[in-house]
């Protein structure tokens, strides 16, 4: 066969970043999804009714199908084809956006937010699965996970710019209602450009019994960690469903042991850097989800900033992670992934620590921008090294498999760290109002709440800091060295 031309090559090369362009403008709709309807969720208490009790539910609602499909919608694309569950997922999730926006009722609203929360399960893993398989380990696959992983960290925080400036200027409707053009495009352009693939080795039968089993069980584990704050970590309910989730997950383990073809290989975790990096991710996760929801809640009620301005506060979070997500690609050329990730959490964790000094009269330049910058370069360090160490040494025809460990890792450790974190927060305020002794004064409940809000970031660097200690104990050198091997070539040849 003759070698191919320059212009033959050239469109290939073409056909790879546009195939990466759409499926990151896919995941940029989920996650800026996840936090686009925080600012508005008062407008949206206002026009439908919500109680103060149901109104977590249009947060909730989505991450509860999100967090509990993902690694059912992992392997089935895997299986069923990584563009087909891609697009089944864009429609969904589409379908949903625009039935988000046209919700009659309260109940409404949460039904098709938990139908995006499907849909999102279904994209996020095909998505990420479709990138590692179009580009091989590498430089290439370095460059790619990194614009992955920038809109993966700053989608969240672009998501509440977008969701100030939408609920001000127009109306709670448009955060969903701008998603709808957005899902059309991203549909019709992978139809066309994406292209199919699947596992090598497929199975001829369903494992039924594990897909339901796994899913049951990490849709009961996702609600127990959502509703503990309101039942009590220690009640009976909360207890009752974290041993049904258990229950679940260890008959799932018991069926995938015994299936002929199981719908998860449990071998998978014989992979030490797969394992050791979602284990990290789960306690990073766990961090950034309450550094993003304390912040938002210290300027909007304690600086007392509008949603837009709320949003536009958020901005320096979006560049920073963007600016590490950048210097994170060539750093790994010349130190290695292990080492830019434990550079980025432990820098992360200094930014953290400074946000334990927020004040109940202070301002954003002085209390909140000092901590956040360094907390958005570190997630931008982060998360391109995890990322390229929960996928690499992994067979392609379980890329769907991984991408879902990685996003189920993501979305537990992040519901599970703000469960926690919000409980403790909630705890000592009320401690501290408790014990005044008296009524409290508009500057008592401050103070009280601005308490809450210092604990919780010091759980949040806690966290991060135990993620640092994690990858050095579980994730070995040799476990990177392919990785960093590759990297070093490409620098030396460059």
């Not at 087909?84 to 997922?89: P, Q, T, V």
């Amino acid at each position: 066969m003759p070698p191919a031309s320059p212009a033959g090559t050239a469109r290939v090369e073409t056909s790879r970043w546009l195939v990466l362009v759409l499926v990151c403008l896919a995941q940029f709709m989920v996650v800026l999804d996840a936090t686009i309807v925080n600012v508005a969720l008062p407008s949206i208490q206002k026009d439908l009714g919500f109680s103060q009790a149901s109104l977590q539910w249009v947060v909730n609602g989505y991450t509860l199908l999100f967090g509990g499909f993902l690694l059912l919608g992992g392997r089935a694309a895997d299986l069923l084809g990584r563009r087909r569950l891609f697009l089944a997922g864009v429609t969904i999730f589409t379908v949903a956006s625009l039935l988000d926006g046209l919700a009659p009722s309260g109940g409404a609203l949460i039904a098709a937010r938990a139908l995006q929360g499907l849909g999102a399960a279904l994209v996020s893993p095909a998505a990420l699965s479709i990138i590692t398989t179009t580009f091989e380990e590498g430089p290439d696959r370095t460059r790619a996970l990194g614009v992955w992983s920038a809109i993966a960290a700053g989608g969240g925080a672009f998501g509440l710019l977008l969701g100030g400036l939408l609920t001000d200027t127009l109306s709670w409707e448009w955060n969903f209602f701008v998603n709808v053009p957005v899902g059309v495009a991203a549909f019709l352009l992978a139809a066309r450009y994406v292209p199919e693939s699947y596992a090598e080795n497929r199975p001829d039968t369903v494992d039924v019994a594990g897909a339901v089993s796994v899913t049951g069980g990490l849709l009961v584990l996702v609600y127990a960690i959502v509703k503990a704050q309101d039942f009590g970590w220690g009640s009976a309910r909360t207890l009752g469903l974290f041993a049904a989730a258990i229950a679940l997950l260890a008959a799932f383990v018991a069926i995938e042991r015994r299936s002929k073809a199981p719908l998860i290989r449990l071998g998978i975790f014989r992979v030490r850097s797969l394992t050791g990096a979602n284990s990290v991710l789960l306690l990073v996760a766990s961090g950034m989800f309450a550094m993003f929801f304390f912040a938002s809640l210290y300027v909007q009620e304690l600086l007392h900033y509008s949603p837009l301005r709320a949003g536009v506060a958020f901005l320096p979070v979006t560049a920073g992670i963007m600016v590490g997500a950048g210097l994170s690609q060539q750093l790994i050329k010349r130190v290695g992934v292990r080492s830019v990730a434990i550079a980025g959490m432990s820098i992360a964790t200094v930014g953290m620590v400074l946000l334990t000094g927020v004040s109940a009269h202070g301002s954003y330049a002085a209390d909140l921008l000092p901590g956040l910058l360094p907390v958005a370069v570190g997630m931008g360090l982060t998360f391109v090294p995890i990322t390229l160490i929960a996928t690499t040494n992994v067979e392609a025809e379980d890329a769907g498999l991984a991408s879902g460990l990685f996003n189920t890792a993501q979305q537990v450790g992040g519901a599970l760290g703000l469960a926690i974190l919000s409980t403790l927060a909630a705890d000592k305020t009320e401690s501290v109002l408790g014990g005044l002794g008296h009524p409290p004064s508009p500057a008592d409940s401050a103070s009280a709440l601005t308490e809450g809000f210092q604990v919780a970031f010091t759980g949040g660097a806690a966290l991060l800091a135990a993620g640092v200690l994690l990858l050095v104990v579980l994730v070995r050198r040799r476990d990177v060295a392919h990785i960093n091997t590759q990297e070093q070539v490409a620098l030396a040849t460059a």
